[in-house]
């Protein structure tokens, strides 16, 4: 059986064009640092790298947002704080006030410190972060809270949904914490503050129990904040933890063996030389030489 | 009866003329591969009384293989069609998983990862406007893909005409053809150049169409003639688009050609447009499932300017892709469930994060989600094209290997045509020697008889 000449340059060229296929495809791996480079590579392996990639990208949003979250009730949970230290003051007014030995004018001057703590406790009802306001239900947009105290917010609340299922609460209605000018905390400060202006130690001791009762309320609601405090907490670091283990179970399915691609590549290059070289040989005709 | 020395000699010499010319032609042809290596076909003249008397030239022959012409043929269809289903699934692949940039995988996430973030800051201008974003990215992304993938398709089936085309061309050739070898035949020629021609152009159409033909150049693909003798049928196309379809024109009619039956690169585009389309529907049905439930859920909200009922998407009526509702607006999205609940609750938005996990959204993939369902769609995309490359691979190394098994036998090796070259040469030497012989015998017979008279 002979060899056609045609033959074997048709050879060499098919050797080289899959020699040059692998070689590129080799490259690319290593460039890219995936194995994996799209689906017919590995079909299992990439539908499930695109699942992972997802679940990656809803885990890394949950990460950011879950720290947005943190730095929002960190600030409801200062404020509440800031509420608490408030009404002990108010409470430390108040018993001063109530003191039979107090006078008409040491009271008025109760009273005046009463209002600045009303003034304090308004302002931390109003407290924002990122230009909503934090307790006022669901009208997030305007000061839940005038100067006189009126609530102007809603009973609504807004809670985030993490992709772990996990809930949040972020919005609280501000009512149900610090009351307004009808019940609660606000209305005790300021029917407090009208009592030591008037000098009626009778309303000003009737104040203290419900004093007592609003910094029961204020530590109530920080647990409650604090409960979802620690949630968002939990989320931030186990959102962390989670991306780390994603990204290391997609590199698992689609990353290349480095030691494994130069490997490949060295013997594609050896192959690439060794085909290089015959084909120079082909170019000769050793007949035509001895004829000539 | 007496032998002439001399005529034996010529004889001699008009064989190694012959078996020259035959090598030089197939010296000057070593790179033509439709080529077969010719040789002289020679037979020894018998002489009177077993004396020899020279040789006679009974004419020239082609190399044949007509097994192996068979079989490349019909492997050369395979490899014509796996090219051509190949190349096209292979675009369609890179539109469905670009190399950069986001899938549609990543747009579904980025959509609901947006309205998650929405349901926490409903009433935040930069966060309701992220979500129009994510929600004008999805539809673009969706338009994009089903664009490439429609502008693939039918860049394949535009191919069609043209191939058809071809075709015709070269059946009509090899029926050509065919009446040439007949009367060449009947005039005793050999016909073997007219032969390779026709083997050229029977492989021509292998590979186009993927017909097979037989000794007498016959041809026919599926069942169907293309040509018959001296008569060639001629192949035309039938409408348009994703209903594209083939037929043979008879003299009193036509006859429909069953498209799956055709091989070569025919076959593979019409293969290749067909898995494209089917993909572009799979990919429809998922975007307009998802669309649809996001557009449920969110006429069912109301935005911030209370307005409730607006759609996030518009789905046409053919299916898909969809686009942006024109009337959204980052005032109008509902991210809140009541409208008491404007501008703070954002649990309407939370239900369109939650779809995200709805795992019946999509009929012909049940129990996944939208981004899952993508994920299984990329996936039996990716078996189809792996399938196609590695069938395209493995064709082509078929072919490979039966194209030098061919050649071993038709093609030419210079060393082999150069050695003969020698040894026709040094016939030609010794038949004009013995010419020259059988000369100087006769003179000096005629010398030895005029001297002795």
């Not at chain 1, 501000?174 to 606000?186: A, M, N, P, V």
């Not at chain 1, 780390?244 to 691609?261: C, D, H, K, P, R």
């Not at chain 2, 006859?255 to 025919?266: A, F, K, M, R, Y």
Request: overall charge negative.
């Amino acid at each position: 059986m002979g060899v056609s000449d045609l033959s074997l340059f048709n050879s060499l060229a098919y050797s080289l064009d899959n020699n040059t296929s692998s070689l590129a495809q080799i490259e690319q791996q290593i460039a890219t640092g995936n194995q994996v480079l799209q689906p017919s590579d590995n079909p299992t392996d990439y539908a499930a790298s695109q699942v992972l990639s997802a679940q990656n990208s809803a885990v890394s949003n949950d990460l950011v947002l879950a720290q947005q979250v943190q730095a929002q009730l960190t600030t409801a949970d200062g404020a509440l704080a800031n509420v608490g230290n408030a009404v002990d003051s108010a409470i430390a007014v108040a018993t001063e006030g109530s003191n039979a030995t107090t006078s008409p004018a040491q009271m008025a001057t109760l009273g005046a410190q009463v209002q600045s703590i009303l003034q304090q406790v308004l302002g931390q009802a109003n407290s924002q972060y990122g230009g909503s306001y934090l307790f006022a239900g669901n009208q997030v947009q305007t000061p839940p809270y005038d100067s006189s105290g009126n609530y102007s917010g809603d009973t609504g609340t807004n809670s985030v949904t993490f992709s772990n299922g996990n809930q949040v609460q972020t919005n609280f209605a501000g009512q149900s914490i610090f009351g307004d000018t009808g019940s609660g905390l606000i209305a005790t400060l300021t029917s407090l503050a009208s009592a030591l202006n008037s000098g009626n130690q009778a309303a000003v001791s009737a104040a203290l129990p419900q004093l007592q009762t609003a910094l029961t309320n204020i530590a109530t609601s920080r647990g409650n904040l604090g409960i979802n405090l620690q949630t968002a907490n939990n989320l931030v670091t186990d959102a962390t933890a989670q991306s780390t283990t994603l990204q290391t179970q997609i590199s698992n399915l689609t990353g290349v063996n480095l030691a494994q691609a130069a490997t490949n590549e060295q013997e594609a290059l050896l192959q690439q030389q060794a085909l290089v070289s015959m084909g120079s040989e082909l170019g000769k005709i050793p007949l035509v030489d001895i004829l000539a | 009866m007496s032998v002439s020395l001399q005529s034996i000699g010529v004889s001699g010499i008009f064989a190694a003329e012959a078996e020259m010319a035959a090598t030089e032609s197939n010296i000057s042809n070593a790179s033509n591969p439709n080529y077969a290596v010719e040789s002289v076909n020679l037979e020894a003249n018998a002489g009177y009384g077993g004396i020899g008397d020279g040789v006679s030239i009974l004419g020239t022959v082609s190399a044949q293989a007509p097994y192996l012409t068979s079989q490349i043929n019909s492997n050369q269809s395979t490899d014509s069609y796996n090219q051509a289903f190949s190349l096209a699934t292979t675009d369609a692949q890179q539109a469905l998983a670009p190399s950069s940039g986001n899938d549609l995988s990543g747009s579904l996430q980025s959509l609901f990862n947006a309205f998650t973030n929405l349901s926490a800051s409903p009433a935040d201008a930069t966060v309701r406007s992220s979500a129009i974003a994510a929600i004008t990215q999805f539809a673009q992304t969706d338009q994009s893909l089903s664009s490439s993938l429609s502008s693939i398709a039918n860049s394949q089936l535009t191919q069609v005409s043209s191939l058809v085309s071809q075709v015709n061309d070269a059946s009509t050739q090899i029926a050509k053809l065919n009446s040439q070898i007949t009367a060449d035949q009947a005039n005793g020629q050999s016909g073997a150049a007219l032969e390779d021609q026709r083997n050229a152009l029977v492989n021509q159409l292998a590979t186009l169409i993927g017909a097979s033909g037989d000794a007498q150049g016959n041809v026919s693909v599926g069942g169907m003639p293309l040509v018959s003798g001296t008569s060639a049928l001629t192949l035309a196309t039938v409408g348009s688009g994703p209903s594209l379809g083939l037929q043979v024109n008879l003299a009193n009619g036509s006859l429909p050609v069953n498209v799956s039956q055709i091989g070569g690169t025919l076959g593979g585009v019409l293969a290749g447009a067909t898995s494209v389309l089917q993909l572009q529907s799979q990919v429809n049905e998922l975007s307009t499932s998802v669309a649809g439930a996001l557009n449920t859920q969110a006429e069912s909200g109301y935005g911030l300017d209370g307005s409730t009922g607006t759609a996030l998407f518009t789905i046409p009526g053919s299916g898909g892709p969809v686009s942006v509702n024109s009337a959204l607006t980052e005032q109008n999205l509902g991210a809140s469930a009541t409208a008491s609940g404007v501008p703070g609750d954002g649990s309407n938005a939370s239900a369109l994060a939650a779809i995200g996990n709805n795992q019946n959204l999509i009929a012909s993939l049940p129990n996944s989600t939208p981004v899952a369902a993508f994920s299984e769609i990329t996936s039996n995309f990716g078996t189809v094209v792996q399938n196609a490359n590695n069938n395209q691979q493995q064709s082509a190394a078929t072919v490979q290997s039966l194209t030098q098994l061919q050649s071993s036998i038709t093609g030419v090796s210079l060393n082999d045509q150069l050695t003969q070259l020698i040894q026709y040469q040094n016939a030609l030497e010794a038949s004009g020697r013995a010419v020259q012989a059988a000369d100087d015998m006769t003179t000096y017979l005629v010398q030895s008889l005029s001297s002795s008279s």
